[in-house]
């Protein structure tokens, strides 16, 4: 009986561990030397969608909004709509980039949401200053990468540049919840060893 309850606790701390969620980390200030994204055609682009590429393989990034986007031919991409309600970012190679930065041209003091993966981050809303001096960095943790971030701005921003991603490499330390039902399985797994070792010397004794 305690074998079993042992095996359980072991079979469940497991499962807990293999589905706990990952965190993104929100940072402010300057950038590191990630590889910058520029656009694909090498052109000017204009439209609700456009195209941009980053030098991990040739990989695409796409970005689309309600409102018609400008993306500049030449040096690291700069998205202009003049004004930006919102916009997605989509990577079209998954699992693969653990940090992504970017930089805001705010018109006014306001404010963004911004969801990763399809989730809203958890210091909804974050703060914009109208100074243009709106660097943020989004690191994944936990083991998990970022393949869509989804902005909407209010007010309305001027645009969004300095697009750098990372791949591999970011904070992949496991969260504390992790550690935790890690030690618990480890624990449970040697308890039933040990009852079950107590149980064969009883036995043959």
């Not at 030449?74 to 916009?87: F, H, Q, R, S, V």
């Not at 703060?127 to 701005?153: H, M, P, V, Y």
Request: with cysteine; glycine share 12%; hydrophobic share 45%.
């Amino acid at each position: 009986m305690k074998t079993n309850l042992a095996l359980a606790t072991v079979a469940a701390a497991t499962m807990i561990c293999g589905s706990a969620s990952a965190a993104f980390v929100l940072d402010t200030g300057s950038f590191g030397s990630q590889f910058g994204v520029h656009s694909f055609t090498g052109a000017d682009q204009t439209g609700t969608t456009v195209y941009g590429t980053v030098g991990v393989g040739g990989s695409m990034v796409t970005f689309g909004s309600t409102d018609t986007l400008s993306l500049n031919g030449t040096g690291e991409a700069i998205i202009d709509a003049n004004p930006l309600n919102n916009l997605m970012v989509t990577f079209a190679q998954t699992n693969t980039f653990t940090q992504v930065t970017w930089d805001i041209e705010s018109i006014v003091n306001g404010f963004y949401n911004l969801s990763v993966n399809g989730a809203p981050l958890a210091v909804n809303p974050i703060a914009l200053s109208g100074s243009g001096a709106n660097k943020f960095t989004l690191t994944a943790t936990g083991g998990d990468f970022i393949n869509t971030l989804n902005f909407t701005f209010t007010p309305a921003v001027d645009d969004l540049k300095q697009f750098r991603l990372q791949a591999g490499g970011g904070n992949q330390i496991p969260e504390p919840a992790t550690w935790a039902m890690m030690v618990i399985g480890f624990g449970g797994l040697g308890a039933a060893l040990r009852s079950k070792r107590r149980r064969k010397h009883l036995a043959i004794a």
